[in-house]
Every structure is written in structure tokens, then in C-alpha cells.
């Protein structure tokens, strides 16, 4: 049976229909439950995207609270005016159990994305639950930011517009009136054998199929290629395109233990200063409130007796503060009262659930960080718990139940995929309305969420996940924060620095560590006082690490304002930047770091390891030995090494390094010129790196050249007050 399906703007769907009609229609799905419906109709609602709606649909989605599409960047990109294949032929179903789709595979093709997904890479043969938890819970799809969202390698990415949990049978089963499974791109079919069953051979079914359920209706959105990285540009820039973080957002960050008082924070953080360490932001954890679980946004008089004090001192020593909390409202938080007729129909730890869908709700919160905090200077906050662990808490407290509801019409299920996003939405609103730039922290987010200048963290700590995240990142439109915490050793110290050093967000998160982790690492002996003898000697070496990272953020920046202005994103996967070099299509321990240089951490004790270089010539960033790509190498590097290998070509910008950034801050240049090819054609982004005024044209590209060599520096903008220095330029041959 045959269908004509036609397209609205989700927010009018339910009112078009009159309800006779309305009630027409689900007696005839009824009737026909269990048959399979093809749509007919496709519309393109921004360039290079497409939607495809069915069946009754869903009366909030994810893209209610999307930021306006950057559609005049979205239509330089290519392609972007015939329908897509894939488009052409999905299959529909209503079920008891939930509405379906059903879209062509082809057995040579491999998917990516799901959101930040912790420990997969390549996605095909994969069952996916896209559900918000902060505990990942085997392999199944659950993470801080999981996203029905997926990425073909046929340069196609396909995102299901609903807040609901999604299944995804990623080639995963195979149906009984298939025929005989094609085989995938390494020749194999089904398993047959116990040995092919558990080499998890023969994943190959015919199709892609999506399950929302409980739903009866669905919307597609289908992003235009031609390769992946366009589709990511396209849903970046759908999204209101990449954020932009203050300058200050790259640079280093500390969050001080728990019990600290105003008198320690201040003791304690003198010690960057006299050490000449650099550090730029500041973090005080749950013990700042009078009440954390859940939280009364009140300072703790007794800990904190005068934190206007507190703020001024720590602004004059240059650190921006960032605060702890999350959004359960504590019974004596002066918002309470008002804002509890917003909020969901169960508390959590004690306070109520804000409804962050609604306007009135937003302002109630946003109106009392902002009068309370944003305007007395607090620059960041971390918001924890939004992600909830209810699922394996089988005391719930963790978080507000599935069968909730919310003023909006919302209930818990939708609620806990947009609750994180909706929350940074909430507090980054305030302080675009104060023409500042934040960059938060939070553990949680969804769809959409590409302009919002937040860095994802967690309380798991695998090393190897951490950069499987930064990978996955590139998929998502997010930040991750591989954060440094618990340590082992010495040299786990230095290797998980390294890798947040090569990340959009260094942040070292002591909140349960009176010493510094170099002092000592181990938590018991820490808070005694015991440390390490080579103490010393160990902050030299962080030192001079944190100085890498300093030196990268003219490089970092650029790559940020790609990603804003044209939807790269920063970090990325090396199947993104050669999508034709299958050595590189289930690589899940490198990545690149904006266009010119390849990340290759050394996790889990290794001083060794393999790195596969892609075609071209790459250059160690310590030593400029030559590696010559196509080829796999065993790398070995001394903890004093960076894992960081620059393409040829590359005019790669270094900075002096600073120990800290304010609005005046200059940055001291040295090109680097790498290897004897062309040089590409680099740029650095300059505005006034802490405001919006970016959004009214003021800024400027420096655009960077090599030739007969001599380099150059053409500015193309309107930026009057500079950032960067050119002061140097050195060949690397
Ligand atoms: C956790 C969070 C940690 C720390 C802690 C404080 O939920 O992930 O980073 O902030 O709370 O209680």
C-alpha cells in the first residue's frame, strides 16, 4: 500500500490536519499496521538538506530549539541541489511498538557518528540505543552526548529530528525473506562457522533501519556531501555553525578540590603565578554552595564569606572562575519558589527539575545567574548531572524518571536527551545578552549544539575512550574534554596531559586532590601531604607541556573560526580528511587537529606505538624528522616528546607562550615552514577574541604565504587592534 506523504513545518503539523481527519488517518495506520508505506514526497530545507516527515509527528523535536542556520556559507559548499539517493527510497512502518524506517545499505558502505559515542569507531554492523546516560553501559550506544545522527561513507548523513530514544540496526540483523546476505567490503557473508560468528563476520544485511519508539510518526533530515566532511560542514553550519570560544578557552585549566575555602583558592592559586605556569581559568567544585545536592546557587558564607572579594582578587591575578553546579533546584535557592510551577512533576535529590524548553523557565534561571554571578564576573560554569544516571541506579535519585512530565508537554524520556543542551542554551544566552564570550563545561548535550561553546566531560577515565571521544567529536558538533584526573604514574601524568593538550579543552580537574598531581599523584598520599620526591622536577616537565599547548592557540583559534564560519570541525577523524585511504577507515587512536597536523597519542604505557602516515610527507613536531606517507611506522618518543606530526606544505603558527590571556594580550609569532612542496595557503583569525562583535564583521583573516623564501603577511579585515606579531620565520626542510 502506497502513500502520498506531504511535508510541514514541524510546529504546524499537529494543527493542519482538523481532527476528524487526524482520526481518519490513524484508523487507517491502524488497519494497516504491520505494512510497509514509502513516501513520496521530499522537500530541501536549507541548502544541501532535506526532509522527509511520516506518519504523526512528534510535537516537540530537537530542532524547536535549533539556532538559525548559517544558509549563505551552507550554499558554498558543494552540491546541494539533487535529491539524494538514499531519499529516494526509504520505507516506512508503523508497528505497535513504534514507528520505522527503513533506508538502502549498500555492502561496501561504513557509517560513523551516533554523537559522542565512548568505545565504537566505525558503526556498521552495530546495534545502536541513543539514550543520554552518564553511565556507559557496555557497548550499546549510550553516552554524555549521543545523537541519532549518522554519517555514510557514500558522503550522506542521515538525523532523526526526535528527542526520543532512537534504536539504529546498523546492518546489525538479518530478515528472513532477505536471500542470502551480501557480502561486506571484506569479502565475507554470514557467519557459518563458531570462529566467523566470533570474529563478528558477515555483518552485512541488506538495510539501515531506524526504530523511535512508541512514536507514530518520524522526521528524516538527510545532509548533502559530496564527502563526509561536507556533510559535517552542512550540519555545523545547519546547526548556526561552530563556537567560537574566547580566547581564553584554550588556554589551561585548573579545578581546585572540593573543600577548598575562599583563603585556600586564593593561597593556591598564587602558586601559578609565582611558578609562572601558565593557567587561565579557575574552577571551584560543589563546595562553594550552601547547598550542592541539589543546589541552592548560593555561596557558602561560612567557606566563602566574601566572594565579591574573591572574584575581584582572581581577576586582577587574570584567572577566570568557573563554578560547579547543576540544575536540580534546592529547596532554599531564592529561585525555587518560582521556578517550580516550570519545572517537572518529580525532584531530584531534593529539588525541583527545571523545564528549560520554556521560555519563562530559561529566564527565571538565566535572569538569576546572570544578576548574581554573570555581571560580578564569574566567566564559566561547569554543569554536572544533567546527563543522569538512573538508568543502572536502581535507587533513582540520580535522576528524574521516564514517566515524568514537564509543563512544556515534554516527559522525562525527551527531557533527558535535550536536558544538557537545553541547560548550556540557557546560562550561554545570559552571557550573549552581556556581549561575552563563555566556554563551559557540561556533561551532557544533544542535537543541534554545534554553536554552543561547552566541552563534554565525564566521570569514566579510559585513556584509549578519551580519544576515541576526540574522534567522535568530529561527528558530533561537540567539544570533548579528555580531562586529566585520577592517575597511575609518572608517565600517565604526561601521556594524558599530552592528549588534553591536543584537545579543544585542557582542563585538569583536581576536585578531590589538596596537592597538585605533579606534587603527587596518588590520591590517598596527596591529601596527606606526601609527595613526590622528584615533585620538582615533574613541574618542569608540565611546564614546559602546558608552554605547547600556550604556543598552539593562534593555531587552535584559526581552526575554531573554521569551524564557525565554514563547519570544520577542529577535531576530526582521518577518515574525514582521506576518505579514499582505506587504511585509515577504522582508525580510531589518531585524528587531525585542524588542517595541518595529525594527533597520535601514546596511551596505557607505551612508548611505542604505530602510526599511520596518509599520502604526503609529515614531519615529527619535535625532532622534523621526515616520515613519507602511504606507509605505517613504529614510533617510539621520550615523554618529552609532543605526538604531533605537522603535514608538508604547512606554515604552521607558534606562539610565545603566555601565562595567561586577557583583552590585551599580543601573541609573539613564529612561522615554521614546512618541507619544499607549495605552501598551502594558511590563516590566522584575529578579533577582539572575548565579545560577539565577530557577528558585526570585525575581525580579520591574516592570511600567510611562503614564496621564493621570503614570507608574508596580508591582513584582510577590520580588526583595528591586532592579536598576533609575526616575528619570526623558520624553514623546515
Ligand atoms: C561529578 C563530576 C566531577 C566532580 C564531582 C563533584 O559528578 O563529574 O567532575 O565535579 O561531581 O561532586
Given at each position: 500500500m502506497i502513500f502520498l506523504i506531504h511535508f510541514f513545518k514541524p510546529s504546524t503539523m499537529t494543527n493542519f490536519y482538523p481532527k476528524a481527519l487526524k482520526q481518519a488517518v490513524f484508523a487507517v495506520f491502524a488497519v494497516l499496521l504491520c505494512s510497509t508505506l514509502k513516501a513520496q514526497q521530499i522537500t530541501k530545507i536549507a541548502p544541501g538538506v532535506w526532509k522527509i516527515v511520516y506518519g504523526e509527528q512528534e510535537k516537540i523535536k530537537p530542532s524547536d530549539f535549533k539556532e538559525a542556520a548559517d544558509e549563505t556559507a551552507m550554499s558554498k559548499?558543494?552540491?546541494?541541489?539533487e535529491t539524494p539517493d538514499i531519499l529516494k527510497d526509504i520505507k516506512f512502518n508503523v508497528l505497535n511498538s513504534g514507528v520505522i524506517a527503513e533506508l538502502a545499505m549498500d555492502p561496501t558502505e561504513r557509517f560513523y557518528g551516533f554523537?559522542?559515542?565512548?568505545?565504537?569507531?566505525?558503526?556498521?554492523?552495530l546495534r545502536r540505543e541513543i539514550r543520554t546516560n552518564s553511565q556507559i553501559i557496555g557497548n550499546i550506544g549510550f553516552s554524555h552526548a549521543p545523537m541519532p545522527f549518522y554519517i555514510s561513507s557514500k558522503g550522506y548523513g542521515v538525523l532523526v529530528n526526535s528527542s526520543r530514544y532512537v534504536n539504529f540496526y546498523m546492518g546489525s540483523q538479518h530478515k528472513l525473506n532477505e536471500g542470502q546476505p551480501k557480502s561486506d567490503d571484506n569479502g565475507?557473508?554470514?557467519?557459518?562457522t563458531a570462529n566467523a560468528l566470533y570474529n563478528r563476520q558477515g555483518r552485512s544485511s541488506a538495510n539501515v533501519e531506524i526504530q523511535v519508539k512508541g512514536a507514530r510518526g518520524i522526521e528524516i533530515l538527510v545532509f548533502e556531501g559530496p564527502t563526509m566532511k561536507n556533510v559535517m560542514e552542512r550540519y555545523n553550519l545547519f546547526s548556526g555553525g561552530g563556537a567560537l570560544p574566547p580566547l581564553w578557552g584554550l588556554g589551561f585549566k585548573y579545578r581546585a578540590k572540593n573543600t577548598f575555602t575562599e583563603k585556600e583558592v586564593l593561597d593556591f592559586s598564587s602558586y601559578f603565578r609565582d611558578n609562572h605556569i601558565p593557567c587561565d581559568m579557575f574552577g571551584l567544585e560543589p563546595?562553594?554552595?550552601?547547598?550542592?545536592?541539589?543546589?541552592?546557587?548560593?555561596?557558602n558564607k561560612d567557606k566563602y564569606p566574601t566572594p565579591d572579594s574573591l572574584i575581584s582578587i582572581m581577576t586582577d591575578r587574570n584567572y577566570k572562575l568557573s563554578l560547579w553546579e547543576h540544575a536540580y533546584v534546592h529547596p532554599t535557592s531564592p529561585i525555587f519558589a518560582s521556578i517550580s510551577p516550570f519545572s517537572g512533576n518529580y525532584k531530584v535529590w531534593n529539588g525541583a527539575v527545571p523545564d528549560f524548553s520554556l521560555p519563562k523557565t530559561r529566564s527565571i534561571f538565566g535572569d538569576y545567574h546572570s544578576n548574581t554571578f554573570i555581571k560580578k564576573g564569574i566567566s564559566s560554569f561547569k554543569l554536572d548531572e544533567c546527563d543522569g544516571a538512573y538508568y543502572d541506579e536502581a535507587g533513582g535519585e540520580w535522576s528524574y524518571p521516564d514517566i515524568a512530565q514537564f509543563p512544556s508537554g515534554m516527559d522525562g524520556e525527551q527531557m533527558r536527551q535535550q536536558f544538557g543542551l537545553l541547560y548550556q542554551k540557557t546560562l550561554l544566552d545570559e552571557y550573549k545578552k552581556e556581549n561575552t564570550r563563555s566556554m563551559m563545561e557540561v556533561r551532557a548535550s544533544y542535537l543541534f549544539a554545534s554553536p554552543y561553546n561547552a566541552a563534554l566531560y565525564t566521570d569514566m577515565y579510559s585513556h584509549g575512550d578519551f580519544v576515541k571521544m576526540i574522534i567522535n567529536s568530529g561527528f558530533s558538533g561537540v567539544n570533548w574534554s579528555p580531562e586529566v584526573r585520577d592517575i597511575k604514574s609518572e608517565e600517565d601524568l604526561i601521556r594524558r596531559l599530552q592528549t588534553a593538550a591536543m584537545s579543544s579543552h585542557m582542563n585538569v580537574n583536581c576536585w578531590f586532590l589538596k596537592n597538585l598531581p605533579w606534587y603527587q599523584f596518588n590520591r590517598e598520599k596527596n591529601n596527606k601531604d606526601e609527595l613526590l620526591p622528584n615533585a620538582k622536577e615533574l613541574e618542569q616537565k608540565v611546564k614546559k607541556l602546558i608552554e605547547t599547548r600556550m604556543s598552539l592557540i593562534p593555531y587552535l583559534y584559526a581552526a575554531f573560526a573554521d569551524y564557525h564560519y565554514k563547519g570544520i570541525p577542529p577535531f576530526r577523524a582521518m577518515v574525514m580528511d582521506y576518505p579514499e585511504d582505506k587504511e585509515v577507515w577504522k582508525l580510531d587512536n589518531q585524528y587531525m587537529m585542524g588542517e595541518n597536523i595529525m594527533c597520535a597519542p601514546f596511551i596505557d604505557g607505551a612508548s611505542t606505538r604505530d602510526v599511520y602516515f596518509p599520502k604526503g610527507t609529515w614531519y615529527d613536531?619535535?625532532?622534523n624528522k621526515k616520515y613519507e606517507g602511504g606507509k605505517k611506522y613504529s614510533i617510539t618518543m621520550s615523554l618529552a616528546e609532543f605526538p604531533m606530526f605537522v603535514k608538508e606544505g604547512t606554515i604552521l603558527p607558534l606562539a610565545k607562550p603566555v601565562e595567561y590571556i586577557t583583552p590585551t594580550t599580543v601573541f609573539d609569532i613564529t612561522c615554521k615552514v614546512y618541507g619544499t612542496v607549495d605552501t598551502q595557503p594558511v590563516h590566522l583569525f584575529e578579533d577582539n577574541s572575548t565579545n560577539f562583535d565577530y557577528q558585526q564583521n570585525k575581525y580579520t583573516w591574516l592570511n600567510l604565504g611562503w614564496k621564493n623564501s621570503k614570507g608574508s603577511v596580508v591582513r584582510d579585515g577590520k580588526q583595528v587592534k591586532k592579536l598576533y606579531n609575526i616575528v619570526k620565520w623558520e624553514k623546515v626542510d
Open positions: 559548499l558543494p552540491g546541494g541541489t554523537g559522542l559515542q565512548v568505545n565504537t569507531f566505525e558503526q556498521k554492523g565475507n557473508s554470514s557467519a557459518s563546595g562553594w554552595q550552601s547547598a550542592a545536592y541539589s543546589c541552592s546557587y548560593i555561596w613536531f619535535n625532532t
